[in-house]
């Protein structure tokens, strides 16, 4: 990698830090290219990023932002996986460290916040924000439902109702 590479991914790579809202640090020690392809593919998906780097050019790059206290992860064969949907990305990088025991996952950040590995796995174990608007509209449509469910009765049906409210 010479120095024009090298800038150009340090730029890169604190746009990351600042732009996204959580970062996670991984050992992916092992992983073949197949397997680390799938992997970003998989992360894409889910409008996430899987970025492997060097240790140096990525503690340049955390000084000054908000994840400046991950740099103590940066050791060995690490990558980072980063983007703006923070379940989505833990979920991702979750389910594909339990497909793969090579990919380990360090911690990382949500902001200013540490996240260990059991935080992250926490994270990755609530619902994705699809799930949660899905849920969300679920709640709001359901008495909707149910008036409209009354109201559509048959005329005998509504006549009874009637009939007991009157009893009262």
């Given at each position: 990698m010479d120095r024009a590479q090298k800038a150009s991914e340090l730029i890169h790579l604190k746009k990351r830090f600042k732009d996204d809202d959580i970062v996670l640090i991984v050992h992916y020690d092992g992983l073949t290219v197949a397997q680390?392809?799938?992997?970003?593919?998989?992360?894409?998906?889910?409008?996430?990023?899987?970025?492997?780097?060097?240790?140096?050019?990525?503690?340049?790059?955390v000084k000054g932002t908000r994840?400046?206290?991950?740099?103590?992860?940066?050791?060995?064969?690490?990558?980072?996986?980063?983007?703006?949907d923070t379940a989505g990305t833990a979920k991702a990088l979750y389910e594909f460290?339990?497909?793969?025991?090579?990919?380990?996952?360090?911690?990382?950040?949500?902001?200013?916040t540490v996240l260990s590995k059991a935080a992250v796995e926490q994270l990755a174990?609530?619902?994705s924000l699809d799930e949660l608007r899905a849920k969300l509209l679920g709640l709001l449509v359901a008495p909707a439902t149910k008036?409209?469910?009354?109201?559509?009765?048959?005329?005998?049906?509504?006549a009874r109702v009637v009939g007991?409210?009157?009893n009262k």
């Open positions: 680390v392809s799938l992997l970003r593919r998989e992360m894409q998906s889910k409008g996430s990023s899987f970025k492997v780097t060097k240790n140096k050019l990525a503690a340049l790059a994840y400046e206290h991950l740099e103590s992860l940066f050791k060995g064969p690490m990558a980072i996986a980063s983007g703006q460290a339990k497909k793969n025991d090579k990919l380990k996952i360090l911690g990382g950040g949500l902001g200013e174990k609530l619902p008036i409209a469910g009354v109201v559509q009765a048959p005329a005998g049906q509504l007991a409210y009157a």
